[in-house]
């Protein structure tokens, strides 16, 4: 047996499983991730942190055009020191970050879903103030890039009992 035979052979003794399961691929051929697609209209950002949020949001859900659902959300932050010297020099922060979400069917106001989903990123401060400013922004996207991509799992999740 080759090699690329026997690759063959594992991968599908691997997903033998899941046949039992029922699982099914969610952006497969009539996967519920297809139902989302395009059709979520996220509420529109008032700041920097809620553009890439939303921007990301639209990446993995697409852009909306006869939306039926409409989702707003909230995004809270703070910060924790995570590393001090003995100086009392702050050497990394955390920031953590909150996003409340509020799923709605367009046709009937119908609040679908309700929900949170959290995490984190960090920064060093131990460059210049302009590195330390340009590494916070960079944590805050990344946050924000995690966020969504929580959150759309979140939708994805949820999605087979409204969709």
Known sequence: MSSSDRRTFLTLLAALPLAG???APVYGTGGVGLALRN???VAAPD???GFELVARLEERLGRPNGA?????C?????TTDLAITGANDITRININGTVDFVLTELATDAQ???DSVSSFA???TTGSSVATAAAERDAEDRLMTILADRLVSRL???SSRFS
């Open 21 to 23: 399961c029922g699982f």
């Open 39 to 41: 059709q979520v209209l």
């Open 47 to 49: 700041t920097r942190l």
């Open 68 to 72: 039926a659902y409409a989702l707003d």
């Open 74 to 78: 909230t995004i809270t932050t703070s």
């Open 112 to 114: 679908i879903l309700a």
């Open 122 to 124: 960090a920064y060093s």
């Open 156 to 158: 994805l999740t949820a």
